[in-house]
Structures are given as C-alpha cells and as structure tokens.
Nanobody, 122 residues
Framework: QVKLVESGGGLVRAGGSLRLSCTAS????????MGWYRQAPGGRREFVAA???????DYTDSVKGRFTIFREVEKNAVYLQMNNLKSDDTGVYYC????????????????WGQGIQVTVSS
C-alpha cells in the first residue's frame, strides 16, 4: 500500500520559485518513472514533467526552461524545481509514479499523491 506524499507547495509571487517534493511511503516497490501532473482551477489534469529510469526527462511545453525534474530512484522520491513561476502555473500538483516507462507518452502511472496546492499571485 504505497502512498505518495507531496510537500513544498504554497503561495508565491509571480517570478518566484518553489520546489515540490514527493516521496513514497515505502521502497518495497520500484518505479520505472515518476513525475508530476497538475490541474488548474476549472481545468483538467495535465502532464507536467516526468523522469524515467536512466535519466530521461520530458516536460510539457509551457514549463520548458523554467521547471526541472529530478529524482532519487532508490528512495522512490521525485522533485520539481519550479522557477520563474507564472499565474498560469497555479493549480493542484499531483505526484505520479509508474511501473512502466510510459508516463507522458501513453498516460500516467497507477500511483498518485493526494495533490498539493501551488498558487502564484500576480
């Protein structure tokens, strides 16, 4: 019963930075990929970034050059460094983990965090 727990969200001014963290409650299961999705107010959940075993990363176009994903595979942990935040980045961010390397290609993995709020003020 692995749980993903996010931290690091909050309120930040436009142009500021936040670092999101996600750690799994157990290391008895391994993942081929971990990453992040988000849901803007009134929107639908969308892919943000993924890190796959071996170091391959993917980002949605709107965050390229501003967000960086990195991971500690042995700890089942993933992080998202968010710089130059914009109001459009506001939303609930969900950690995701996948037993297959399909995150951001086919769809999300089976494991989700409960979500953490990121609010960017103008």
């Amino acid at each position: 019963q692995v749980k993903l727990v996010e931290s690091g969200g909050g309120l930040v001014r436009a142009g500021g930075s936040l670092r999101l963290s996600c750690t799994a409650s157990e290391t008895t299961i391994s993942f081929e990929a971990m990453g992040w999705y988000r849901q803007a107010p009134g929107g639908r959940r969308e892919f943000v970034a993924a890190h796959r075993n071996g170091g391959t990363t993917d980002y949605t176009d709107s965050v390229k050059g501003r967000f960086t994903i990195f991971r500690e595979v042995e700890k089942n942990a993933v992080y998202l460094q968010m710089n130059n935040l914009k109001s459009d980045d506001t939303g609930v961010y969900y950690c995701n983990a996948d037993r297959q390397p399909l995150m951001g290609i086919l769809g999300p993995g089976d494991f989700w965090g409960q979500g953490i709020q990121v609010t960017v003020s103008s």
